[in-house]
């Protein structure tokens, strides 16, 4: 693919009338913009105390008169920008300075409210409708939010607050969501403090995220780090994640609603990951997964001080299947289990579930996992009459702890095979034995998303 480079003069005088110095600025998105404003020229104030949501609507709604004529970028120089939500728009790119911070007004009442998602028919905290996130757009294309590793900070610590006394109306709002969109790019920034999810994909295609960092105290409450939902084609790399929650959550709806809607979350790449997060998983799969989970890549995974590796989490009433999953590498320390899947998570949308929704749990394969410190290693329970098959662990090495349990394995309601696996599985994953020593599968083929390649885009920044 041409790569292309666009160089653009971005020239401001100061009060004083000092004119300011040019300095380049490059990085690389799937898309390079034709224009370029900066906040400051729709009335911004970074002081951290002005509230510029008014400011970040203004220069959203101008810039997108460019969609047509190259695009454009708002640049957010250095310093504290105080704002409420804001939509995106087609064709666009937001940039954060190195040095500067969005921070979430901390005001719950101005925040707007918007319906629940039609896969879930709830909230997740409340049963009605949902605080809009901070940064939210729908039936867009063509959308870039990145910087120097600006930071985009939630204040989630008020709405942690009102959501254990149980006060809040509606379900805490994301950071990032994305809905209904298409070639997405969230890359080179710092997330903290989420009042709940972090970053949220949801009925999109053509979705790149990297080198991103997410920070939240481990005890805080549902700050996932990634969620990709109901989601095709989508590549997460390079990311450092400590969560209160599952650092990567895949999903693709909940219970009869997400049956109905029907969009599972499909050909997705995860590499490159570092999580800690003591209470939930590096990788998990569901629990809402009623649209279809299937062939998703997971490769070079680390993980410190966390609950579990990878967890498949579904019930009786979920329906939907999650089949073709693929981890390989996974590097472990300190952990509860390192594999585990639960076909009694329960937890559903409402009581109109049907329970004769069983989910398919199908041709789970990990290989290459060395993990040290560790209580268990799986805890693998299926439901009975529905058991998870095809499962596949190869080349397995766990060092157990010194207050490790008794017994490293509990299985139940499940199938598959093991080949070389320390300490030995239990009876239903019998190992293939030297003789017929196997490899468990891991796709040789790529992606669709490996294919959309990262232009280097340059603008110059002009500053005293």
């Given at each position: 693919?041409?790569?292309?480079?666009?160089?653009?003069?971005?020239?401001?005088?100061?009060?004083?009338?000092?004119?300011?110095?040019?300095?380049?600025?490059?990085?690389?998105?799937?898309?390079?913009?034709?224009?370029?404003?900066?906040?400051?020229?729709?009335?911004?104030?970074?002081?951290?105390?002005?509230?510029?949501?008014?400011?970040?609507?203004?220069?959203?709604?101008?810039?997108?008169?460019?969609?047509?004529?190259?695009?454009?970028?708002?640049?957010?120089?250095?310093?504290?920008?105080?704002?409420?939500?804001?939509?995106?728009?087609?064709?666009?790119?937001?940039?954060?300075?190195?040095?500067?911070?969005?921070?979430?007004?901390?005001?719950?009442?101005?925040?707007?409210?918007?319906?629940p998602l039609p896969s879930y028919?709830?909230?997740?905290?409340?049963?009605?409708?949902?605080?809009?996130?901070?940064?939210?757009?729908?039936?867009?294309?063509?959308?870039?939010?990145?910087?120097?590793?600006?930071?985009?900070?939630?204040?989630?610590?008020?709405?942690?607050?009102?959501?254990?006394?149980?006060?809040?109306?509606?379900?805490?709002?994301?950071?990032?969501?994305?809905?209904?969109?298409?070639?997405?790019?969230?890359?080179?920034?710092?997330?903290?403090?989420?009042?709940?999810?972090?970053?949220?994909?949801?009925?999109?295609?053509?979705?790149?995220?990297?080198?991103?960092?997410?920070?939240?105290?481990?005890?805080?409450?549902?700050?996932?780090?990634?969620?990709?939902?109901?989601?095709?084609?989508?590549?997460?790399?390079?990311?450092?994640?400590?969560?209160?929650?599952?650092?990567?959550?895949?999903?693709?709806?909940?219970?009869?609603?997400?049956?109905?809607?029907?969009?599972?979350?499909?050909?997705?790449?995860?590499?490159?990951?570092?999580?800690?997060?003591?209470?939930?998983?590096?990788?998990?799969?569901?629990?809402?997964?009623?649209?279809?989970?299937?062939?998703?890549?997971?490769?070079?995974?680390?993980?410190?001080?966390?609950?579990?590796?990878?967890?498949?989490?579904?019930?009786?009433?979920?329906?939907?299947?999650?089949?073709?999953?693929?981890?390989?590498?996974?590097?472990?320390?300190?952990?509860?289990?390192?594999?585990?899947?639960?076909?009694?998570?329960?937890?559903?949308?409402?009581?109109?579930?049907?329970?004769?929704?069983?989910?398919?749990?199908?041709?789970?394969?990990?290989?290459?996992?060395?993990?040290?410190?560790?209580?268990?290693?799986?805890?693998?329970?299926?439901?009975?009459?529905?058991?998870?098959?095809?499962?596949?662990?190869?080349?397995?090495?766990?060092?157990?702890?010194?207050?490790?349990?008794?017994?490293?394995?509990?299985?139940?309601?499940?199938?598959?095979?093991?080949?070389?696996?320390?300490p030995q599985p239990c009876s239903?994953?019998?190992?293939?034995?030297?003789?017929?020593?196997?490899?468990?599968?891991?796709?040789?083929?790529?992606?669709?998303?490996?294919?959309?390649?990262?232009?280097?885009?340059?603008?110059?920044?002009?500053?005293?």
């Amino acid at each position: 693919m041409e790569v292309m480079v666009v160089v653009v003069m971005v020239l401001m005088i100061s009060a004083s009338g000092e004119r300011r110095i040019a300095a380049p600025i490059e990085y690389s998105a799937i898309s390079c913009r034709g224009h370029t404003a900066s906040i400051l020229e729709f009335g911004g104030v970074g002081d951290g105390k002005t509230l510029n949501t008014a400011a970040f609507q203004r220069a959203v709604k101008e810039l997108s008169k460019y969609a047509s004529d190259g695009g454009a970028q708002l640049f957010v120089p250095a310093g504290k920008w105080l704002t409420g939500s804001f939509n995106l728009t087609s064709h666009f790119t937001l940039y954060l300075h190195k040095d500067a911070i969005l921070l979430a007004s901390q005001d719950i009442k101005s925040w707007g409210v918007v319906d629940p998602l039609p896969s879930y028919g709830h909230g997740r905290d409340t049963a009605g409708g949902r605080y809009i996130s901070l940064i939210f757009g729908t039936n867009l294309t063509d959308v870039v939010i990145t910087g120097e590793n600006g930071t985009i900070d939630g204040q989630g610590g008020v709405w942690w607050q009102q959501f254990h006394k149980k006060k809040l109306k509606y379900t805490r709002p994301y950071l990032i969501e994305i809905m209904h969109s298409h070639k997405i790019q969230i890359s080179n920034l710092t997330f903290l403090n989420s009042p709940s999810w972090n970053l949220h994909p949801v009925y999109s295609s053509d979705v790149i995220i990297k080198g991103i960092t997410i920070l939240a105290p481990v005890t805080s409450p549902n700050t996932d780090g990634i969620n990709p939902d109901s989601c095709t084609n989508t590549r997460i790399e390079d990311a450092y994640i400590v969560s209160g929650d599952d650092c990567i959550a895949v999903k693709s709806g909940w219970d009869e609603y997400g049956i109905k809607y029907s969009m599972p979350t499909k050909q997705l790449i995860i590499r490159r990951l570092t999580c800690i997060s003591p209470y939930s998983a590096a990788i998990a799969l569901g629990s809402e997964m009623s649209g279809g989970i299937e062939d998703v890549r997971a490769e070079d995974i680390t993980a410190i001080n966390t609950e579990s590796g990878v967890r498949i989490k579904t019930a009786v009433g979920r329906g939907g299947y999650v089949r073709d999953v693929y981890v390989k590498g996974m590097s472990l320390h300190t952990m509860k289990w390192v594999f585990w899947m639960t076909g009694n998570y329960g937890s559903h949308a409402d009581s109109h579930y049907d329970p004769n929704a069983l989910p398919e749990i199908k041709g789970i394969n990990y290989r290459d996992v060395v993990a040290k410190n560790v209580t268990m290693a799986a805890r693998l329970e299926g439901i009975s009459g529905d058991p998870f098959t095809g499962i596949c662990m190869s080349n397995v090495t766990i060092g157990m702890a010194k207050k490790a349990k008794k017994y490293p394995w509990m299985c139940s309601e499940i199938k598959g095979v093991t080949s070389r696996v320390v300490p030995q599985p239990c009876s239903l994953l019998p190992d293939k034995g030297q003789d017929k020593q196997v490899t468990c599968d891991f796709p040789m083929d790529t992606l669709p998303i490996d294919d959309l390649k990262l232009q280097k885009c340059s603008y110059v920044e002009n500053y005293l």
